[in-house]
């Protein structure tokens, strides 16, 4: 700056010499006021350029301070950035680390639910199994119990025709006999009464079997059981009340209001077989003594 003075100064001086050679003519005293012009208005630019300077350095001081607010704001903005990317990266890392889990969870699962379900087809197909086989010894079981009525019936039969007397109207087995004429009910009862018996009480599964075993099948014959005398409240020849019964499908249902009797019916089945039936009708009659 102080350069810049001194060239200043010299050109004014140079100003100041030309002004001497080509201005002969002009008096002494101009030139004195001249150079006091050129000196106040060389002070006055030093002035105005010092002012500039002051101006600019002042003008550089902002924008430094500002630069230097915005690298630090700047500096600032990176760090939280840093700061939340690295939160970033943990919250992916931890949820990674979840994830990881929850697929060795959901593998783990997986595994589970196949062995679950193979367990499941191999309970399912013992009990398919299992099934086939009961319905085989059911079938098995059901064949049985219809050949026990025919086998019963045959060793039965062979015992009663051995007591079957020559002309007589009456085969008999341990203290059971079944006439070999159709009656009423009444007359059945009666037919009984006269060889010293009457018609036969079932109180047991044994009895009703053996019953049963003597019935051919197709035949009916009646047995000591009736509503003769209380409508609705079936009593057996000795005044007991029936405690348990053995009936066919659907019986009794005392059709017309008229069943008052009860028959056993020759059946594959040796337990229900029993229908009750209107006591005028004409069967055989079984009785014991």
Same mark, same amino acid.
């Given at each position: 700056m102080?350069?810049?003075?001194? %060239?200043q100064?010299? $050109?004014?001086e140079?100003?100041?010499?030309?002004?001497e050679?080509?201005?002969?003519?002009?008096?002494?005293?101009y030139?004195?006021a001249?150079?006091?012009?050129l000196?106040?208005?060389g002070?006055r630019?030093?002035?105005?350029i010092?002012?500039s300077l002051g101006?600019?350095?002042?003008?550089?001081?902002?924008? !430094?301070i500002?630069?230097h607010?915005?690298?630090?704001?700047? =500096?600032d903005?990176?760090?939280?950035?840093?700061?939340?990317?690295?939160?970033?990266?943990?919250?992916?890392?931890? &949820?990674?680390?979840?994830?990881?889990?929850?697929?060795?969870?959901?593998?783990? &699962?997986q595994?589970?639910f196949?062995?679950?379900?193979?367990? +499941?087809?191999?309970? %399912?197909?013992?009990?398919?199994d299992?099934?086939?086989?009961?319905?085989?010894?059911?079938?098995?079981f059901?064949?049985?119990v219809q050949?026990?009525?025919?086998?019963?019936?045959?060793? +039965?039969?062979?015992e009663?025709n051995?007591?079957?007397? +020559?002309?007589?109207?009456?085969?008999s087995?341990?203290?059971?006999?079944?006439?070999?004429?159709?009656m009423s009910?009444?007359?059945?009862?009666?037919?009984?009464?006269d060889?010293?018996?009457?018609?036969?009480?079932i109180n047991?599964?044994e009895?009703?079997?053996?019953m049963?075993?003597?019935?051919?099948?197709? $035949? =009916?014959?009646? !047995?000591?059981?009736?509503? !003769?005398?209380?409508?609705?409240?079936?009593?057996?020849?000795?005044?007991?009340? &029936?405690?348990r019964?053995?009936?066919?499908?659907?019986?009794p249902?005392?059709?017309d209001g008229n069943e008052?009797?009860?028959?056993?019916?020759?059946?594959?089945?040796i337990?229900?077989?029993?229908?009750?039936?209107?006591?005028?009708s +004409?069967?055989?009659?079984?009785?014991?003594?």
């Open positions: 102080y350069g810049k003075t001194q %060239e100064n010299m $050109e004014f140079a100003i100041y010499e030309r002004d050679d080509t201005s002969a003519p002009r008096t002494r005293s030139i004195p001249k150079g006091k012009a000196q106040c208005r002070r630019c030093l002035v105005l010092t002012v101006l600019i350095c002042v003008l550089l001081l902002i924008f !430094i500002l630069q607010n915005a690298v630090t704001a700047d =500096r903005l990176i760090k939280s950035y840093k700061n939340t990317a690295e939160e970033f990266n943990q919250s992916i890392n931890s &949820l990674q680390d979840k994830y990881t889990d929850l697929m060795t969870e959901k593998h783990q &699962l595994n589970n196949s062995s679950l379900s193979q367990k +499941k087809l191999e309970l %399912e197909t013992k009990f398919n299992l099934s086939v086989e009961k319905s085989q010894l059911q079938r098995d059901d064949s049985l050949r026990i009525p025919d086998f019963a019936y045959k060793v +039965k039969s062979d009663l051995k007591n079957v007397s +020559k002309g007589g109207n009456q085969c087995l341990d203290g059971f006999f079944i006439s070999k004429k159709a009910w009444s007359a059945s009862r009666q037919y009984c009464r060889r010293g018996g009457d018609l036969v009480i047991s599964v009895k009703q079997r053996l049963s075993s003597l019935v051919r099948l197709s $035949e =009916r014959s009646w !047995i000591g059981l009736s509503d !003769i005398v209380n409508e609705g409240n079936l009593t057996w020849v000795d005044n007991s009340p &029936l405690n019964g053995f009936w066919f499908e659907g019986e249902n005392d059709e008052d009797c009860v028959e056993i019916m020759g059946l594959s089945s337990l229900n077989n029993w229908n009750d039936l209107p006591c005028a +004409k069967r055989k009659a079984i009785c014991e003594k």
